[in-house]
């Protein structure tokens, strides 16, 4: 069973730092494109950043300079470092993988607000 957990959100002032872990089981973590997608309120949901098997990583460009995505796959986590936070990156963040079909997490709140 393929399962997803993230968590490291909150709510952080602009100019403030967060990072966001999610920790898999069930997968070969480490044969995997791991993801990173965000959903603000009203918005479709849209990816942040993706990190392949061999570390290629690839940005939206609204975050490119700010967020760091990385992997660990003796822990089976992927972790978003997000810097220089903005009030427009506000929105429930969630990790994904691919196994044949779209697997999700329950998804962390990130709330960047002074």
């Known amino acids: 069973q393929v399962q997803l957990v993230e968590s490291g959100g909150g709510l952080v002032q602009p100019g403030g730092s967060l990072t966001l872990s999610c920790v898999t089981s069930?997968?070969?973590?480490?044969?995997?494109?791991l993801g990173w997608y965000r959903q603000a309120p009203g918005e479709q949901r849209a990816m942040v950043a993706t990190?392949?098997?061999?570390?290629?990583?690839n940005y939206t460009q609204s975050v490119k300079g700010r967020f760091t995505i990385s992997r660990d796959n003796a822990k089976n986590t992927v972790y978003l470092q997000m810097n220089n936070l903005k009030v427009e990156d506000t929105a429930v963040y969630f990790c994904?993988?691919?196994?044949?079909?779209?697997?999700w997490g329950q998804g962390t709140q990130v709330t960047v607000s002074s």
């Open positions: 990190i392949h098997s061999h570390g290629y990583t």
């Open positions: 069930g997968v070969i973590f480490r044969a995997l494109t």
């Open positions: 994904h993988v691919y196994v044949f079909r779209d697997y």
